[in-house]
T-cell receptor
Framework: GDSVTQMEGPVTLSEEAFLTINCTYT??????LFWYVQYPGEGLQLLLK?????DKGSNKGFEATYRKETTSFHLEKGSVQVSDSAVYFCALTLSGYALNFGKGTSLLVTP | DTAVSQTPKYLVTQMGNDKSIKCEQNLGHDTMYWYKQDSKKFLKIMFS???????INETVPNRFSPKSPDKAHLNLHINSLELGDSAVYFC?????????????FGEGSRLTVL
């Protein structure tokens, strides 16, 4: 079935470090890809998205590029802040209805 | 204004009881969802309704019954609660025809079964 695989956490970084969270997908067609973020005690919220190959989604300093050749959508940020500590979920949809989520990667940024 | 609101936010109950979680969205969306998040943060879709019609029904015990009285509401009723039902349940909504599939989530309802 259609699915995403993202790197296991937790990831612990110092403030201002570079962040990469890997995400690869398996899909029978051409999915839309997403990164959602869940801050402690809250629901998920959309961080960025890309709907076709080579699209780059960006928001709040985070970026991810839809790579069809490597079936990947890795999340990056050049300089993380303590406030970025959260759980990050990669997700895809083919139907436009439901999202299939990865298992989430917990990020802890220390001062 | 809360876009997707769920009640209650916390629910503690005994095994064998029946409980409901309510969800309402004021975004004008016509598709709504229930997701279950386990203790390891894994999110799994349970149900989806589009204009009050069930369109996704994943492998979920039939003790779980969703009900959508109108397209702004999707409630989840759980019968004969079991320990394994303890989780955070998230309601979400999206706009039909938005094939990018962006979902808007509620804050979650944490169910603890003792």
């Amino acid at each position: 079935g259609d699915s995403v695989t993202q790197m296991e956490g937790p990831v612990t970084l110092s403030e201002e470090a570079f962040l990469t969270i890997n995400c690869t997908y398996t899909a029978t067609g051409y999915p839309s890809l997403f990164w959602y973020v869940q801050y402690p005690g809250e629901g998920l919220q959309l961080l960025l998205k890309a709907t076709k190959a080579d699209d780059k989604g960006s928001n709040k300093g985070f970026e991810a590029t839809y790579r069809k050749e490597t079936t990947s959508f890795h999340l990056e940020k050049g300089s993380v802040q303590v406030s970025d500590s959260a759980v990050y979920f990669c997700a895809l949809t083919l139907s436009g209805y439901a999202l299939n989520f990865g298992k989430g990667t917990s990020l802890l940024v220390t001062p | 204004d809360t876009a997707v609101s769920q009640t209650p936010k916390y629910l503690v109950t005994q095994m064998g009881n029946d409980k409901s979680i309510k969800c309402e969205q004021n975004l004008g969306h016509d598709t709504m969802y229930w997701y279950k998040q386990d203790s390891k943060k894994f999110l799994k879709i349970m149900f989806s309704y589009n204009n009050k019609e069930l369109i996704i029904n994943e492998t979920v015990p039939n003790r779980f019954s969703p009900k959508s009285p109108d397209k702004a509401h999707l409630n989840l009723h759980i019968n004969s609660l079991e320990l394994g039902d303890s989780a955070v349940y998230f309601c979400a909504s999206s706009r039909t025809g938005d094939y990018t599939g962006e979902l808007f989530f509620g804050e979650g309802s944490r169910l603890t079964v003792l």
